[in-house]
Nanobody, 129 residues
Framework: QVQLVESGGGLVEPGQSLTLSCVAS?????????IGWFRQAPGKEREGIGC????????SYTYSVQGRFTISRDDAKNTVFLQMNGLKPEETALYYC?????????????????????WGQGTQVTVSS
């Protein structure tokens, strides 16, 4: 079992950047757990915004963040990052990371929330001038 804690959220102005961290404990992420990032805005459903495979080779992003958001992992720190550039007001939301054990599959990931078994509590990102 793995526990996840997100951090790095805050208030930024439109166009600015922010990096979120997802620190895992209880299990090693490397080569075992794929990580997904999700967000939920007030009054909206939670949406997948990107993921990274357990081997760190494959990443996928939803269309609206492609070219602006980057997911990376530091396996030595058991941490996954979400670098967000060019933030927009409509991206104000609670951001979550989630983990799923993909076993021997190390080069794929999935942005569907139903795939993931372990979730953090989320970190708030507010984009406003």
């Amino acid at each position: 079992q793995v526990q996840l804690v997100e951090s790095g959220g805050g208030l930024v102005e439109p166009g600015q950047s922010l990096t979120l961290s997802c620190v895992a404990s209880g299990s090693t992420l490397a080569d075992v757990y794929a990580i997904g990032w999700f967000r939920q805005a007030p009054g909206k459903e939670r949406e997948g915004i990107g993921c990274i495979s357990s081997g760190g080779v494959q990443t996928s992003y939803t269309y609206s963040v492609q070219g602006r958001f980057t997911i990376s992992r530091d396996d030595a720190k058991n941490t996954v990052f979400l670098q967000m550039n060019g933030l927009k007001p409509e991206e104000t939301a609670l951001y979550y990371c989630a983990a799923d054990n993909w076993g021997p599959v190390k080069d794929l990931c999935d942005m569907r929330e139903g795939v993931y078994d372990y979730w953090g509590q989320g970190t708030q990102v507010t984009v406003s001038s």
